[in-house]
């Protein structure tokens, strides 16, 4: 037997969003308790997950006694309020016989657009994550509208992804990747295993080749936007399928899904955060502060000399020396005025001072972007 295949750099990912569609889900039981099982496995390993999952709208149909076929709007909405309790039911129950707890989390697309609704949801899966929870992540199909709805999980699943800032994103279909032609009128098809951009051809593949290769609402096409969307923020994107005995642990077999890669990760975040930056205040920090933040710590309250301009937490703001000289750039946790109560004092003092502590840091490491590596 020719030995296994494996893919180091499924190895050294630290948090990890799996999108599951309603064709897996309606393939019976087992897939919710196969995949629980592989999370529950990663948990354990140091790993942070985090759960978009279809199967709301298909769980609710038949017990509003809705008919087969198309639903009005209307009609996709009360089925999923009627049937998000039974799809977290189903994962809270299977996650439960591994000692998992799991939190709900229903998202539309202004939450990951308007900055300070993103902000919340970031800390709020974030810290979900923190305390060893698996978010159960759906759109909020019961007060979305047709012109407000990201329309498929797998977009969703990549903008959860940016949230929590992971490292993959594993999309979860009826099929084990993208090929060259279709698979299921083509015994001859090729699986490409590795991809490095999405290229023309590429996409082509997905509308032609591909087009009915995945029955979830978009297909093959919505797979490769999710691949694009992720990849701004620095991850990386397998589509795999989820009838494997070991769904998310057979990634480590090379053989196992598409995997797209990002482009280096901190490129790819650097791009992005620069391109959400339109700065609106300054704060000016001391020579310590300026040594932490350039050698990649966050910029706490205790290392500021003096905050200027007006800004609202989530506003980006630039971070200078007493001399003027900028040192990066970043995102606010808190708006102008509390900065100014909160500079030069220490972390445990904010709650006291401001009534709240939202975060502990001014700029979390994550949201800073250092001078000079805007363009590299």
Known sequence: MDPVVTRPAFDTVRTLVVKVGSA???SGPDAI??????????QAEGVKVALVSSGAVALGRPKLGLPAGSLTLEQKQAAAAAGQTLLVDAWARAFERHGLHTAQALITPDVTEVRRRWLNARATLRTLLDLGA????????????????????DRLAARVAQLVSADLLLLLSDIDGLYDQDPRLDPGAHKIENIAEITPDILAMAGK???KAAVGSGGMVTKLAAVQIAATSGCATVIAHGAHERPVLALREKSHGSWFAAA?????RKSWLAGALEVRG???????????????????PVGIVRITGQFERGDP???????KVRIARGISSYDAEDARRIAGRQTDEIEQILGYRRSASLV???DILLAGSEHG
């Not at 308790?33 to 990663?42: G, K, N, P, Q, V």
């Not at 698996?134 to 999980?153: F, K, M, W």
């Open 134 to 153: 698996i978010p159960i992540v759906n759109e909020n199909d019961t007060v979305a509208t047709d012109e407000l709805r990201y329309g498929d999980n």
């Open 24 to 26: 897996l889900l309606q």
């Open 317 to 323: 703001v630039e971070i200078r020396t007493p001399d």
């Open 33 to 42: 308790d196969r995949i629980a099982h592989d999370i529950a496995t990663l």
């Open 264 to 268: 280096s990760g901190a490129k790819a």
């Open 209 to 211: 080749a591909n087009a």
């Open 364 to 366: 979390h490491a994550d």
């Open 282 to 300: 300054q704060v000016i920090v001391d020579a310590g502060a300026a040594k932490a933040v350039q050698a990649g710590k966050s910029l706490l």
